[in-house]
């Protein structure tokens, strides 16, 4: 067709993947990841296209329809990327070669959803269209410096069917225990999915969670139960290696068959930080629908994940599934309100209601009321309590809890105590709190060390005595290490000091020494602390670089020097 023109296919470099602040991804795509979902040195690669003056001028008028575009090699996802400034909608279909097309699918903008700070890249999210090396595209407006970038993540049929069967029999384990102890819905964690060649760049964020908002992935609903581990690994890969962000965006996904996964990394039970709501990601949670869900609804089996993901997630943060929430907008380009505003929310709220977007798609969105009436089910009966997962210091953190009763009857006034249990010693209380209106309660402990937490409700004249399910609390100590000098002359000591907070009783602190190959320890000594400090005077016996490392527990400090 004249007027189009598909240049080199390319790869995306080492050095291309590192300017787009991706340097992790290619060490991360080279190191195994959980055998049925294997990582590939092709995971993401990229095709140039180019429009003539012909298919400039039709796609700049309407609708245009490439010819067939035979892709670099075969993908399972694909999404384009074009010049900032650009105005561009697209779709796209495909097929193996002479094979059956599949359904044209709209490829959704990349700018309605991102990280709350940063630039959102051009272009668009990645449609799943399953195994393919060929596809066409519809597009309308002016795309300029066109890419195709394509995802390959599905494994081979075989293993694929190996680990759906693995993944039914382990989450039906997983849902009888969560019924009886109350936890989570059972789920896919990631490394089930292939996490490990996608690990996060940098380490997770922490907020809080007062609003859940529910989106859809806009890729194609005619995929297998066993082929969802993989789309969720190619968007992983796309929303990571292609978008530059640091993990999945979303911090889970569910599929229409019901199935549960855990998105992006920091714990299932912690407010991670994610990239699905530009401007509302401190305070939300969000979760994403595989497929695309603007004329057909939800499945049964996928409303019902949903309900049992919700009900339990907002049940830890203390958070209701009905009712309102106002928030204050973070800002950003796809934001629908200026930075500083406040904006009342549901407490499950589509994509839509903060950003520019349609996402959820017009028939999800309206079963969103049902959503929430389902979800207030499963929010769990009972006596909750949640905290940060890890405290530096001995310090007063916040910790938190619902309490409801199985009668219905109003849980305001009730009297809950908060019960601490060291490693080797019995339960002790805390801390106290009274429940609010609508069972929420809230409180400040110092816990002394690591160990688990519960609360207790201990039964009145009506109702009986309720306890939670204990949960971990990590406490560290506070560590910091300063040297006298960064460079000493050989045979001469230097000071290695600092502090160490509560509970550190000691700090391990070692000289090791840079070889060709490896670090050598030349010393060691475990140093008492005393008023929170330590110090240390060491003599290095070569010339040459030098490091030391102080360590409290799971704690560690680094600093390095010269020996000349």
Excluded at 17 to 37: E, M, N, S, T, V
Excluded at 329 to 351: D, K, L, V, W
Excluded at 365 to 390: C, H, N, P, V
Aim: charged fraction near 20%; include cysteine; proline fraction near 7%.
């Amino acid at each position: 067709m004249a007027g189009w023109r598909v240049q080199h296919p390319v790869s995306l470099s080492r050095r291309q993947i590192l300017k787009a602040g991706a340097a992790a991804a290619l060490a991360g795509a080279l190191r195994p990841a959980a055998p049925a979902l294997a990582a590939r040195p092709d995971a993401l690669f990229e095709q140039r296209l180019a429009f003539g003056a012909g298919a400039r001028a039709a796609a700049a008028g309407g609708w245009w329809t490439s010819p067939v575009v035979r892709a670099p090699r075969r993908f399972d996802l694909i999404g384009l990327r074009w010049a900032n400034g650009s105005h561009a909608e697209a779709q796209v279909r495909a097929r193996r070669r002479g094979g059956k097309w599949t359904r044209w699918a709209a490829l959704h903008p990349t700018g309605d959803h991102g990280p709350d700070h940063g630039t959102v890249p051009a272009g668009t999210d990645p449609a799943f269209v399953g195994a393919a090396d060929e596809y066409q595209l519809r597009l309308r407006g002016t795309p300029r410096a066109l890419r195709a970038r394509f995802v390959r993540a599905l494994p081979t049929a075989t293993v694929a069917q190996r680990l759906s069967r693995r993944l039914r029999r382990r989450r039906a384990a997983r849902t009888a225990a969560a019924r009886q102890a109350g936890g989570p819905p059972a789920m896919i964690m990631r490394d089930e999915w292939g996490a490990a060649s996608v690990p996060p760049r940098e380490p997770p964020l922490y907020g809080d969670v007062q609003l859940a908002f529910v989106h859809h992935t806009v890729t194609a609903n005619d995929y297998a139960p066993e082929d969802s581990a993989g789309i969720v690994l190619g968007i992983a890969r796309y929303h990571r290696n292609s978008n530059g962000w640091n993990d999945i965006g979303y911090n889970f996904l569910v599929d229409k068959y019901g199935q549960i996964f855990e998105g992006r990394a920091g714990g299932i039970d912690q407010p991670v930080v994610g990239a699905q709501a530009q401007g509302w990601n401190s305070h939300s949670t969000g979760v994403a629908c595989l497929g695309t869900f603007t004329e057909v609804t939800q499945t049964p089996e996928g409303m019902d994940a949903l309900a049992r993901l919700l009900g339990w997630k907002l049940t830890v943060h203390a958070v209701p599934t009905q009712g309102q929430v106002t928030v204050v907008s973070a800002g950003g380009e796809t934001n629908r309100y200026p930075a500083g505003t406040p904006h009342t929310f549901e407490r499950i709220s589509g994509h839509r209601d903060g950003n520019a977007t349609s996402c959820p798609g017009d028939a999800l969105y309206a079963q969103l009321a049902d959503l929430r009436t389902l979800a207030g089910r499963y929010s769990g009966f009972g006596l909750s309590i949640y905290a940060t997962k890890e405290v530096r210091g001995v310090r007063p953190v916040a910790v938190s809890g619902s309490l409801a009763f199985p009668d219905g009857s109003p849980p305001g006034g009730a009297a809950i105590d908060v019960q601490f249990k060291p490693w080797g010693a019995p339960w002790q209380s805390v801390a106290t709190a009274v429940t609010n209106a609508d069972g929420t309660w809230l409180t400040d402990v110092a816990f002394p060390s690591t160990g688990r937490m519960r609360a207790v409700f201990a039964g009145d004249s009506a109702r009986a005595a309720l306890t939670s399910a204990p949960r971990r609390i990590d406490v560290l100590p506070r560590l910091d290490l300063s040297l006298g000098r960064t460079r000493v002359r050989l045979g001469r000591r230097f000071r290695a000091q600092g502090h160490a907070s509560a509970p550190a009783r000691s700090v391990k602190l070692t000289l090791q020494r840079r070889g060709r190959r490896r670090w050598y320890r030349e010393q060691r000594r475990v140093l008492p602390v005393a008023d929170d400090a330590y110090t240390l005077r060491l003599r290095p016996h070569r010339r040459g670089t030098y490091r030391v490392i102080a360590q409290a527990g799971r704690v560690k400090r680094y600093r390095r020097l010269s020996v000349y």
